[in-house]
């Protein structure tokens, strides 16, 4: 633990407010307005925690409960959000892991089956539900939450050699990747094109083809803030920033960009009064921002030490630790379970994933000392690779997977094309078949499928969707 850390007197930090200065904006009113309802729950936190000295606690069963029942069932309001179902899975899975916690064997190969369901057997990647077309998001989604599974058949299900093919087809001449064939054209695109291929572990040619002129096209997108946009020319965002900086720390070509002023952008966004994150430039704090931001200023830092040969860059962390799990653990955790954006809003799963990733993040990115947990012990939570987010364990386990399979292939391969084998491809254009004609039956079947109704007329979360985006704010869709 670093000796000049400490957790903030929050009386005092309250000279950090907004000042208007005379000149009321609708921006003002809005930051104030949020300011006050923040203020409350630290009052009322310094009050109680006078009294009980483990204040404040991550009201940890309370969300595991949570996110089980989620994965279980969802109301009909998720029905709208029928297109992004992986991204459900995936925010379940990586808050259930942080949190120490793991489903039952039953349950977990259910959501694999589930996950094959969206996979494209045409096309390649996945989809945000059966018989939808493939995207990438989606298919970061369901590579992250396969590998987070981590079982021999979660990892089976990740078909590479379709995958290189879908990659293939949304790449753009100049390196740059839409989200779906013929569709936007942003840096999302690259960086989970990017994470999906390392985590199955694409050999060095696969990626050099792959990626070529990537690196580039994501320079492009820094702005004069020192951010990223989502594409050349617009405004920096913190979603933006951290897949482009993540991609450039799996790709290399960092050198291509302003890291210095990135990392200005990057720590001018915590709020000196809430302690959170804010996604952009004026805007409001925000949970979710726990991990883009959060995430994003060690990964410029590595990004640094890696250019300038200078490890000791990543010792110390540059955005104040305590202060973001304050703004977590006292202002944006639901007593029934899950977490939310700000005080007011409601609980989502989303907002669970990310501000317990970011709170993560604050706890572990110095590597080199013991963890830095704010209140009762019991608040520390399991880290998570800056990164891909998900578990670094279960990162470098799908590597060394798909590592082994890639040489047991090749091996194959060569015994064939000598005369003494059969080949692997053989079996592998089978199941594809098999799966083509399973895809085309069930796109004859009119309907849902009834297997997706759970015995109370509730939805299963596996058979519908991903992210409660109508409990988002238009700044996050944005």
């Known amino acids: 633990m670093s000796t000049d850390e400490a957790p903030r007197n929050l009386t005092a930090f309250k000279r950090y407010k907004t000042d208007e200065e005379g000149r009321k904006t609708f921006t003002s009113i809005e930051q104030i307005k949020t300011e006050a309802s923040i203020e409350r729950f630290y009052d009322r936190y310094e009050q109680l925690a006078a009294l009980d000295s483990s204040l404040p606690r991550l009201t940890r069963t309370e969300h595991a409960r949570y996110l089980e029942t989620s994965l279980e069932r969802l109301s009909s309001g998720y029905e709208c959000l029928d297109s992004s179902r992986p991204w459900l899975v995936y925010w379940i899975m990586n808050a259930a892991s942080v949190l120490g916690v793991r489903f039952n064997d039953g349950l977990l190969n259910r959501v694999v089956d589930f996950l094959i369901k969206c996979r494209s057997p045409e096309l390649g990647g996945f989809a945000g539900g059966p018989g939808q077309d493939p995207h990438l998001a989606p298919t970061y989604a369901a590579v992250n939450a396969l590998c987070i599974i981590g079982t021999e058949k979660a990892l089976n299900a990740i078909n590479r050699r379709t995958l290189k093919r879908f990659l293939a087809a949304v790449r753009e001449p100049n390196g740059a990747f839409r989200m779906h064939v013929g569709g936007e054209l942003d840096v999302r695109g690259a960086y989970c094109a990017i994470s999906s291929a390392k985590l199955a572990a694409f050999s060095a040619e696969d990626e050099a083809k792959l990626f070529e002129g990537t690196a580039s096209w994501i320079a492009e997108c820094q702005t004069y803030e020192g951010g990223f946009g989502g594409a050349p020319d617009l405004e920096a965002h913190g979603g933006y920033s951290f897949c482009a900086a993540a991609a450039l720390a799996i790709l290399g070509g960092e050198e291509k960009c302003n890291l210095p002023a990135l990392l200005r952008w990057a720590v001018n966004r915590q709020m000196a009064f809430e302690g959170g994150f804010q996604g952009r430039t004026n805007k409001l704090v925000d949970g979710c921002?726990?991990?883009?931001?959060?995430?994003?200023?060690?990964?410029?830092?590595?990004?640094?030490?890696?250019?300038?040969?200078?490890?000791?860059?990543?010792?110390?962390?540059?955005?104040?630790?305590?202060?973001?799990?304050?703004?977590?653990?006292?202002?944006?955790?639901?007593?029934?379970?899950?977490?939310?954006?700000?005080?007011?809003?409601?609980?989502?799963?989303?907002?669970?994933?990310?501000?317990?990733?970011?709170?993560?993040?604050?706890?572990?990115?110095?590597?080199?000392?013991?963890?830095?947990?704010?209140?009762?012990?019991?608040?520390?939570?399991?880290?998570?690779?800056?990164?891909?987010?998900?578990?670094?364990?279960?990162?470098?386990?799908?590597?060394?997977?798909?590592?082994?399979?890639?040489?047991?292939?090749?091996?194959?391969?060569?015994?064939?094309?000598?005369?003494?084998?059969?080949?692997?491809?053989?079996?592998?254009?089978?199941?594809?078949?098999?799966?083509?004609?399973?895809?085309?039956?069930?796109?004859?079947?009119?309907?849902?499928?009834?297997?997706?109704?759970?015995?109370?007329?509730?939805?299963?979360?596996?058979?519908?969707?991903?992210?409660?985006?109508?409990?988002?704010?238009?700044?996050?869709?944005?």
């Open 289 to 478: 921002y726990s991990f883009w931001q959060g995430a994003l200023i060690p990964v410029i830092q590595s990004l640094m030490a890696r250019q300038q040969g200078r490890p000791e860059i990543m010792e110390t962390a540059l955005f104040n630790r305590f202060a973001l799990q304050e703004y977590v653990l006292i202002c944006c955790q639901r007593p029934s379970g899950g977490l939310i954006d700000k005080p007011g809003k409601p609980a989502d799963l989303y907002h669970t994933c990310y501000t317990l990733s970011g709170i993560s993040v604050a706890q572990h990115c110095e590597t080199s000392r013991p963890p830095l947990i704010f209140g009762h012990a019991d608040n520390e939570l399991l880290p998570t690779h800056p990164v891909h987010n998900i578990p670094p364990k279960a990162v470098l386990d799908a590597y060394k997977y798909f590592l082994k399979h890639e040489l047991i292939e090749a091996e194959h391969q060569e015994a064939f094309c000598n005369g003494n084998g059969t080949a692997t491809t053989t079996s592998q254009e089978d199941v594809e078949m098999k799966e083509r004609d399973g895809s085309r039956s069930r796109s004859e079947t009119p309907g849902r499928d009834t297997e997706s109704m759970s015995t109370d007329g509730t939805e299963s979360s596996t058979e519908l969707s991903s992210e409660t985006g109508s409990e988002r704010s238009s700044e996050e869709r944005s």
